[in-house]
């Protein structure tokens, strides 16, 4: 009988694992469900774009996965039971449960409000597309003149103010960060930001915690900063949903793995990307990022692969070679860092490094969209029995 595989999620990291299990399991061995709320693929790391107005390429799961034995299952993730090995998933035609022999857990992560008040009430997000796509029509809406505030100094809110300032010089754009601008870059990756950034007339709060979100600011320690319009990017938090599982997570939602990618605490269960604990070079949990995400995938795909069919399991280095920061369509910054993701002297800047970041988009986005690329000539058979009905087998502590 054929291993049922169930992936949750279609981002970067569930689509590389549920392609790169079809190229390479026998499609007569396996049934492989793709399970996602929307039916198009979504650049997370474009959002900033879509939220400016830019409009990018559709790429329908349908239509990637065409031919390689995937079933996609479109509906929102409502419950999973890891004793029962089994997932409740809701769409259109109601609630459904599913059952899994292995379960891949892709849901990834959401804005995090950090329990700031009035956030959820008057905020925006790039998190996701629905927050994008209503952020790009309260931006579009501006008149001259009016303000935006983007809270958060880290990758996402140097680019969102970058790119908000880039396509909207009418407006006033300010960043407040909570401690300095870039203070994790190198000396040089720092002074490239602020030069950019006031080339761009950003106003920028250094060492500003915001307290509070209203519909016309953001109120601060020290003076409100005026905000028609408050884009978050403070933080981002995992999917509710195995915090109410048995699976062991972490004080932050999220599921601990062994360097397989599998849970520590139910072996049929693997974890990837932003939903995973998992540790890097110097036993440094891995941050949540496309950077991290992309491995993880790699390495749950082939040790899944491994174990089905009786191989070795592989050893794909989780680190890091750099940090890619979009300043905009025509600038950027390349940080290149150590394996456990510390700045070195080394950047790259300015156009290069627009056209460097846009490569690395573009691949990240073409391999997704061609799973079967690398196809083998020949697919490794499932050797390992299906699992006995009844209650899934705890790891042992």
């Known amino acids: 009988m054929q291993q049922r595989i169930i992936v949750l999620g279609a981002g970067y990291t569930g689509t590389i694992v549920a392609g790169r299990l079809a190229r390479r399991l026998r499609h007569e061995d396996v049934a492989i469900t793709l399970v996602n709320a929307e039916p198009d ?6 959002l900033h774009q879509v939220a400016t107005g830019q409009d990018l390429r559709p790429r329908p799961f349908r239509e990637m996965f065409a031919g390689t034995g995937v079933e996609l299952r479109l509906g929102t993730v409502t419950g999973l039971d890891a004793d029962r090995r089994t997932v409740t998933v809701t769409g259109a035609g109601g609630a459904e449960e599913l059952t899994y022999d292995t379960l891949v857990y892709a849901l990834g992560s959401g804005w995090n409000a950090e329990g700031v008040p009035g956030t959820a009430e008057h905020a925006y997000d790039v998190a996701g597309r629905p927050g994008a796509l209503r952020l790009r029509e309260r931006l579009a809406g501006l008149d001259a003149g009016q303000s935006v505030v983007v809270v958060g100094g880290g990758l996402t809110g140097l680019e ?6 880039e396509a909207r010089p009418d407006l006033d754009v300010a960043l407040a960060a909570r401690g300095g601008l870039g203070d994790w870059l190198s000396p040089k990756g720092r002074a490239h930001v602020r030069k950019v950034l006031t080339g761009l007339g950003v106003s920028v709060h250094e060492h500003t915690a915001v307290t509070g ?44 793995v062994d ?14 990307g932003d939903a995973a604990m998992a540790m890097g070079p110097g036993d440094k949990p891995l941050r949540m990022s496309c950077a991290s995400g992309i491995p993880t995938a790699w390495q749950a795909a082939d040790s899944i692969a491994a174990r089905l069919t009786g191989g070795k399991l592989p050893n794909t280095p989780l680190r890091y070679f750099n940090q890619c920061v979009s300043l905009g369509r025509d600038n950027g910054l390349i940080q290149f860092v150590t394996a456990d993701d510390r700045a070195v002297p080394t950047v790259l800047t300015g156009r290069a490094a627009a056209v460097y970041k846009e490569l690395v988009c573009k691949g990240a986005a073409w391999g997704v969209a061609n799973p079967m690329l690398g196809l083998p000539a020949r697919r490794r058979r499932v050797t390992r029995p299906r699992a006995a009905t009844g209650p899934a087998v705890r790891a042992q502590a």
């Open 41 to 46: 693929f979504v650049e997370r790391v474009r």
């Open 259 to 272: 360097r397989t990618m599998r849970s520590v605490s139910h072996p049929d269960v693997y974890a990837v």
């Open 213 to 256: 979100v209203e519909a016309d600011r953001v109120t601060t320690a020290g003076e409100p900063i005026p905000a028609a319009v408050t884009v978050w990017t403070a933080g981002f938090a995992v999917h509710p949903i195995p915090r109410a599982t048995t699976l062991e997570v972490t004080g932050t939602g999220q599921i601990v």
């Open 160 to 165: 969102a103010a970058a790119e908000i300032a």
